[in-house]
């Protein structure tokens, strides 16, 4: 015969040795179960209204607790789902502030823009002007030196003084 070798809690343990004597006729009883499905149904069936019969008052007391727990849960989802809305709303109004803000920011941005814009255009004007008076100068400078170089004008009067060699 082949050997079966498992790891089982000390309970269950000591439950086989008492309901059946030693671990061999335990272990074959229960595969002997194990293959037997509707005698095992009924068994655990019986076993189960057995122990609800004895129970009957706990199970009740138990049931109460979940269902008062399960109130205290929905209160407590109501009481967050309120809390949750009342952020969403605030944080709704924030977001709307900061728009505006930065409407009112983009608004201003621009007209400073256009007026850089105006600025750097009258100074673009004025340097223009500025050159075309630079360069009417220049041509009057021009003009004044030809004029000068035509007239071949001696600008110092001729000297009356004679040479040294010349004293007679």
Not at 74 to 91: I, M, P
Request: net charge negative; aromatic share 6%.
């Amino acid at each position: 015969m082949p050997q079966v070798s498992a790891r089982i809690s000390q309970e269950l343990y000591d439950k086989c040795i008492q309901d059946y004597g030693n671990m061999t006729v335990a272990i074959n009883t229960g595969l002997e179960a194990l293959f037997k499905p509707s005698e095992n149904k009924m068994n655990s069936d019986e076993n189960k209204l057995n122990s609800n019969e004895n129970s009957n008052g706990e199970l009740k007391a138990i049931i109460e607790e979940k269902n008062a727990r399960i109130e205290d849960i929905k209160l407590q989802v109501e009481f967050l789902t309120e809390q949750l809305r009342k952020q969403n709303a605030s944080d709704e109004i924030k977001i709307i502030e900061l728009k505006e803000n930065y409407q009112n920011r983009m608004e201003d941005f621009k007209t400073q823009m256009y007026s850089l814009d105006n600025q750097l255009r009258t100074k673009d004007d004025q340097i223009e002007k500025l050159n075309e008076n630079a360069h009417k100068q220049a041509v009057h400078i021009q003009t004044l030196i030809q004029e000068i170089s035509q007239l071949n004008v001696k600008l110092l009067p001729e000297s009356t003084k004679k040479p040294w060699y010349r004293f007679w």
